[in-house]
């Protein structure tokens, strides 16, 4: 059963096909042939014998409605030695079916796993080898503004994906706040729930105090569950941890006598007035003001 990384990651290919062309030329510095549309097109490649194989995704670069690239997408989480084989049939019978040359792009979250991607496969005929076009962690694109990210939501998401630890982590997960807001609540549901699960902690917590900051409305099932429960639980640890992060996304000095009163604080009511003066304050005095 593929899982929700998986689905998540096919997805975003199959809700933007362009992501494909996008990646292949920014990330992967592959020459595209001239095209003026991106479509989806089935993944299922059935050969004489009775079996079937399916990729995860398949987008076709069409210029006046003619094929001129096809593109397999596969999202790969870890070593699967059938890819081997499988990989080169995608290619062969997708580029039989369409009359156009065909390209093979493996999306990996992890580096180890992509390194496994990227091996050639060699298929036997004399020069005849695969060498898969693989996108790991250290190949997505940085998307740091926010203009690109809410015209390429799917990519803001990757960046964030990848880029948990970056240096500029807030600028790609406030640039990521508004991408979730340009895409219908069932995408943004998904793609904040795979990037919350994804990051590291400390990239979780901001990010999560950036939603709790109501810069973004609630639509993560995972979000709820976070920031809530303490609530439901009657603890304040979460609201007070959430306020920290408001504080520190938005550049505000925390003196250790704030910081003692803000954690030592029971009161949730009280807790959700700072948070919602914290999401407009110059300094923490106009926090307990």
């Given at each position: 059963?593929?899982?929700?990384?998986?689905e998540?990651l096919?997805?975003?290919?199959?809700?933007?096909p362009?992501?494909?062309?996008?990646?292949l030329?920014?990330?992967?510095?592959?020459?595209?042939?001239?095209?003026?549309?991106?479509r989806l097109?089935?993944?299922?490649?059935?050969?004489?014998?009775?079996?079937?194989?399916?990729?995860?995704?398949?987008v076709?670069?069409?210029?006046?409605?003619?094929?001129?690239?096809?593109?397999?997408?596969?999202?790969?989480?870890?070593r699967?030695q059938?890819?081997?084989w499988?990989?080169?049939?995608?290619?062969?019978?997708?580029?039989?079916?369409?009359?156009?040359?065909?390209?093979?792009?493996?999306?990996?979250?992890?580096a180890?796993?992509?390194?496994?991607?990227?091996?050639?496969?060699?298929?036997?005929?004399?020069?005849?080898v695969l060498?898969?076009?693989?996108?790991?962690?250290?190949?997505?694109?940085?998307?740091?503004?926010?203009?690109?990210?809410?015209?390429?939501p799917?990519?803001?998401?990757?960046?964030?994906?990848?880029?948990?630890?970056?240096?500029?982590r807030?600028k790609?997960?406030?640039?990521?706040?508004?991408?979730?807001a340009?895409?219908d609540?069932?995408?943004?549901?998904?793609?904040?729930?795979?990037?919350?699960?994804a990051?590291p902690?400390?990239?979780q917590?901001?990010l999560e105090?950036l939603?709790?900051?109501?810069?973004y409305?609630?639509?993560?099932?995972?979000?709820?569950?976070?920031?809530f429960?303490?609530?439901?639980?009657?603890?304040?640890e979460?609201?007070?941890?959430?306020?920290?992060?408001?504080?520190?996304?938005?550049?505000?000095?925390?003196?250790d006598?704030?910081?003692a009163?803000?954690?030592?604080?029971?009161?949730l009511?009280?807790?959700?007035?700072?948070i919602?003066?914290?999401?407009?304050?110059?300094?923490?005095?106009?926090l307990?003001d």
């Open positions: 059963m593929p899982s929700t990384l998986h998540a096919v997805e975003m290919f199959r809700h933007r362009s992501l494909a062309a996008e990646l030329t920014d990330a992967l510095g592959v020459d595209l042939p001239a095209y003026q549309c991106a097109d089935a993944g299922e490649f059935t050969v004489l014998v009775p079996t079937e194989y399916r990729a995860d995704a398949v076709v670069l069409t210029e006046a409605d003619k094929p001129v690239l096809a593109v397999v997408v596969e999202a790969q989480l870890g699967d059938d890819k081997q499988t990989w080169p049939v995608y290619l062969i019978t997708l580029r039989a079916r369409l009359r156009c040359p065909t390209v093979l792009l493996v999306v990996c979250v992890e180890t796993t992509a390194t496994w991607c990227a091996t050639p496969i060699e298929l036997g005929h004399p020069g005849w060498s898969p076009l693989v996108l790991g962690p250290d190949r997505v694109p940085l998307v740091t503004d926010a203009d690109q990210a809410s015209r390429a799917e990519l803001a998401a990757l960046s964030a994906m990848a880029h948990g630890s970056h240096p500029d807030d790609i997960l406030n640039a990521l706040l508004g991408a979730l340009s895409v609540q069932e995408h943004a549901t998904l793609y904040s729930d795979v990037v919350l699960a990051l902690a400390a990239a917590r901001y105090g939603m709790t900051a109501r810069t409305e609630y639509q993560s099932d995972f979000v709820r569950r976070y920031v429960q303490g609530r439901a639980e009657g603890r304040a979460g609201e007070a941890t959430a306020l920290l992060a408001i504080l520190d996304a938005r550049g505000i000095d925390v003196p006598d704030a910081r009163r803000i954690t030592g604080c029971s009161d009511v009280q807790l959700d007035t700072w919602r003066r914290a999401a407009t304050a110059d300094s923490i005095d106009d307990f």
